[in-house]
């Protein structure tokens, strides 16, 4: 932990702020009084026994004055970790369990465990813990008679709901912020990604995101350093491809097995692997008539489960089967303007008849990005009305629905102009101007516009501050109301889809393009550091999120592997080489592309199956440590049963 | 409990005889002193702390002397079920692991326990407390200066491996047994099995074969239902098969779905589901160099996993290959026989060469079997010589190795009779031959052939206690002295591998021989009676097996299901009435039925993903118990930190 961020034990006086809690400008007084002694109260009482108090605003009438900031003393910090199991280096070298009770056996634990957990597993367990302050035996909100409460519920997540709490954020440790970025991102270098210091400071969910980017991308690099002869030699007649083909297959369900590996072996280093899932809340959006959990035996709202599926199956399946219809519909249409365009400049081949030529792609582009986005609105709002009871089971729904919706809008021009139209040439140039503009685009969108942006709001603010301060750092007060107007990242969602989208450019058609692996390592590279900087300085911190794996995005990966599967066999039988081999008879072609399909299914899955998901060294330290608590239970219960029978005697 | 195995109390006066352990007749005295002083020693000095006394043997000087039997106090049964983890159904109706604590709250716990775990739990907790006996300081057996042991080695297992342990089972409760064979096949009735007296009985592991063995019956009731008019209209025109195919399909997807719920209800009730699997010791066949084990950290054979990786690759696999070679070379010249007899009956067709036509078949059928013999003792070799650390780990090589085999064996002919000779009336000609023929031989070779061998040896011993002691029923020691020559129950790997080989003529071929469904549910039907009666009459009495599911058989059953895809697939495209669609381009017709298959494969992969393994009632009190056990803990946490703050002050 850094000096700035030193945390005091001294009661009440002065402590570090962790995380920044803002309520609505109108909240009734009594409410936050309320809330504030909640927080406050020790936890036998029920309360999250927390420090907090109001942020100084000087003379600023304007802005809002009811934001607080949270931070705690540092037994509570190291109770919580306990509390959320979470794990740490135990002196030997494995990931252990943190407990107060053996503490000093943990590795980096001195005196009073200053320092011992980051920054951001003190804000995540802040988070926690407000996150699991439950209604006593208030029937409602103090001040707001309408708002009930039943005991056991979140008294944060229905504050939430509400809309009187707006928002609760980390705060960015400025220091360590810098130290990150220089590492990071700020010096052009051949070096790993510092992910040990990525997750110290925004957590594991985000940490894997960067070392899957990073993975990826070191994994295009042969795929790259084939595809550039493939592409200067002009070994462009498809003939060659079939060997790229074969390579791409079993290069891709590799590239999943390892990375399966790879994450494990992370994940074990920073003590989510074997660490076990909290019990989850239902989401703050989640509505329902008032009844008895079967598990937790506590009063909360429920929703039947065949009223979701109807909702699931009745409504949204129709949904998105249509607008898949209608994607497909403007794909068509798109097709046909491009034929007619065609046709006209065959016909008079002139300056203006030569730009009606890129007419088509342009509408059928920007049609495509409005298509996405008004989906995208409508499977989030779809996926909120199905009123899912968890996060984890809304977030799959939501992600399944915008990964058909892209995966069919991305790529079925492509399988059209592949399959039906078996034009090999238009594929190469469609994807090439794919992948080209959709790098550009990107990375324009994601980080440098929002920056502009946001530069533009902080410099009034920074004017503002030197004409009082002159050059020094911004005092905590400013820089809470900075952060506060800074857009929330709204996870790594965005992220992961982008990067399916380019695996599966790589994967289904880099035989016919093989320069495609080479565009995305150019893009990859550069999506670092725009993806880097945006975590830096574009968006709010966001709160650490605890991660094995990169959860469903595997599956979206694997399946995106298989597909490619059918795609590189079809186009292998479409290639004039291996249609030479079979000049007569299409059946027997069609029957060994058939075949040879079937087979490297087959070894896929077996390939799968045989290479194990964990690592060696750690399933032994897993082992190891299963064995030990086997080993001490076994003790307990044996000098118990020896008390028990001395006492008998 | 029932009376008449009762167990007392009292010290060492007298007990009931659970296990029967059997050493070599020239064991030297010594190690027989030291073995039984060991399994008498107290648990805190490292014993197993159980019964046991020597069969008398009343004159005759002929047979081993060195028989003992083994039994328990209920307190010493208690305590071992508790380190174990046993499972057993709580007052409220959840199962929960066995705690001697709280023993009162479990259900059917009266007094002292007496009864509260069945015959087959308490021989199995003797067999686990057997097996875990451990060396402590003896460099070697005593009497054996050469049979060397290390600290905390299995001493059981390594008599076993070195022979002077013959072996060791548990006795037949006579009237239980009575009891559950009157129950189960004596009287025939339509109702199902008594699957948890059989598990009360056998364990878990046989309990759950013979669920599945009726749920598999059951299951196949609809098909053969359907079968039949296919049959009896003469719907033989290949016409109908269509239809037929596609129920196949999801009949065999949705029928493996619904087994793994139905087991993970029984495995619930039977409280296997949630239990942790023990550490597993390593077989008593493995040897090795001694070296440190990583997880245990004790001192054990071990051998390297590149060397055993060798073996597998680079002589297994290359001996499996060849071995499936020459059963595909056999079958080539088998139809190259059948071809020869044919041509010399056509030729001159008389009573002699109409005899000759069957001789290809009885000559292929006895050297099929002779094959899957000498195979199997092979793969039991290599497997063995493979040196496997685990049983598990040998258990699933071996039974990969056989299925393959058995696979080809059965299944390659009726596959060369569909795809390459295209002959549909000579598969189903072929697959009723089979299917008859194979039930009738499995049935006397599995059940009546041994039970009269048995029946045989069991009357010289019969009439030789008649002549001493009347009618009365057989004392102990002529009991022991019979059950010790009977056959020993392998394991449950015959039975399942007959059942996949059923399921695999239903689910690949039915379409072409609707009847086969009837025959395998009147096979099954006889066959619960006759596995019932070998279980109960011709085979020891197995120790129970705790298990959670049918374990490699669910994949292997599943992979089934997917070559089913593929077959009925192929056999659709192949039937006159889906070629008369498209009756001048082949490519077309292949190309639909490849899709078809693709979307059937998809749809099947959906359909598995889409049904949850373990049914909602059951996950929703795993839930709870894990609920209630994390409450638990933030109880005891928060008493704790209490108690810390108070003495702080």
Not at 121 to 140: G, M, N, P
Not at 155 to 162: A, D, G, T, W, Y
């Amino acid at each position: 932990m850094q000096n700035s961020l030193s945390i005091s034990d001294s009661d009440g006086s002065s402590f570090v702020h962790l995380v920044v809690l803002e309520l609505a400008k109108n909240t009734e007084a009594e409410a936050i009084t309320w809330l504030l002694s909640r927080i406050r109260d020790k936890q036998k009482n029920g309360g999250a026994e927390l420090l907090v108090e109001q942020l100084p605003l000087e003379g600023q009438q304007k802005e809002n004055p009811n934001i607080f900031l949270v931070g705690s003393t540092w037994q509570r910090l190291l109770t919580g970790a306990e509390d959320m199991g979470l794990f740490k280096e135990f002196h030997d070298g494995t990931m252990r369990g943190f407990t107060n009770a053996n503490r000093d056996s943990f590795k980096e634990f001195h005196g009073d465990g200053d320092g011992f957990l980051s920054v951001a597993e003190c804000q995540y367990i802040i988070k926690h813990e407000l996150d699991t302050l439950r209604a006593k035996d208030e029937t409602h909100v103090p001040g707001y008679p309408k708002l009930r409460l039943y005991p056991g519920k979140s008294v944060i997540r229905r504050l939430q709901s509400k809309g009187i709490l707006v928002q609760y954020f980390p705060v960015h440790d400025k220091e360590e912020l810098k130290r990150l970025s220089s590492d990071w991102y700020k010096k052009i270098k051949l070096s790993f990604q510092p992910l040990d210091d990525i997750r110290h400071y925004f957590g594991e969910g985000l940490a894997l995101y960067f070392g899957f980017l990073e993975y990826f991308t070191f994994a295009l690099v042969p795929m790259a350093l084939i595809g550039i002869p493939y592409y200067l030699f002009d070994w462009e007649d498809y003939d060659k491809y079939v060997l790229f083909a074969v390579f791409n297959l079993v290069w891709s369900t590799v590239f999943l097995e390892v990375w399966k590996r790879c994450s494990a072996q992370l994940a074990y280093g920073w003590g989510t692997l074997s660490r076990k899932k909290a019990f989850e809340e239902p989401r703050p959006g989640f509505h329902g008539v008032l009844g008895l959990n079967p598990v937790t035996g506590r009063e909360e709202p429920t929703y039947s489960h065949a009223k979701r599926q109807m909702r699931i199956y009745l409504v949204s399946l129709p949904f998105v089967l249509l607008c898949l219809y209608i994607s497909l519909h403007v794909m068509m249409i798109y097709f046909s303007m491009e034929t007619w365009a065609l046709s006209i400049y065959d016909e008079d081949p002139n300056l203006l008849t030569s730009v009606l030529l890129f007419i088509p792609s342009i509408i059928y582009a920007v049609v495509i990005e409005l298509m996405n986005l008004l989906y995208r609105y409508a499977a989030e709002f779809l996926t909120n009305w199905e009123n899912h009871r968890l996060e984890s089971s809304f977030q799959n729904h939501l992600v399944l629905k915008v990964l058909v919706f892209n995966f069919i809008n991305c790529f079925a021009s492509l399988f059209y102009i592949a399959f039906v139209m078996q034009d090999m040439a238009l594929l190469r140039h469609s994807l090439a101007t794919l992948l080209i503009t959709s790098q550009i685009l990107n990375q324009v969108m994601e980080a440098f516009l929002p920056y502009w942006l946001q530069r533009r709001r902080n410099k009034k603010v920074h004017k503002r501050v030197r004409r009082v301060m002159g050059d020094q750092e911004l005092p905590m007060v400013e820089q809470v109301q900075l952060e506060r107007d800074m857009n929330t990242y709204l996870g790594t969602f965005d992220d992961y889809l982008e990067q399916f989208l380019l695996f599966g450019y790589v994967s289904l058609f880099s035989c016919v393009y093989p320069l495609a692996a080479v565009l995305v390592v150019l893009n990859n590279v550069t999506e670092v550091y725009s993806d880097a900087f945006k975590m830096c300085h574009v968006f709010k911190r966001p709160f650490s999120e605890p991660a094995s794996d990169i959860g469903v995005w595997q599956l979206a990966f694997e399946t995106m592997s298989i597909i490619a599967v059918f795609t590189n066999c079809a186009l292998i039988g479409l290639s004039p080489q291996v249609q030479a081999y079979f000049p007569e008879a299409d059946t027997q072609l069609i029957l060994t592309v058939v075949a040879v399909e079937h087979v490297l299914l087959a070894f896929k899955f077996i390939l799968a199956f045989i290479i194990p998901d964990v690592p060696k060294h750690i399933r032994i330290k897993l082992a190891k440590l299963e064995f030990e608590s086997l080993e001490a239970l076994k003790k307990k219960k044996m000098l118990e049963a020896a008390e028990i029978s001395k006492t008998k005697k």
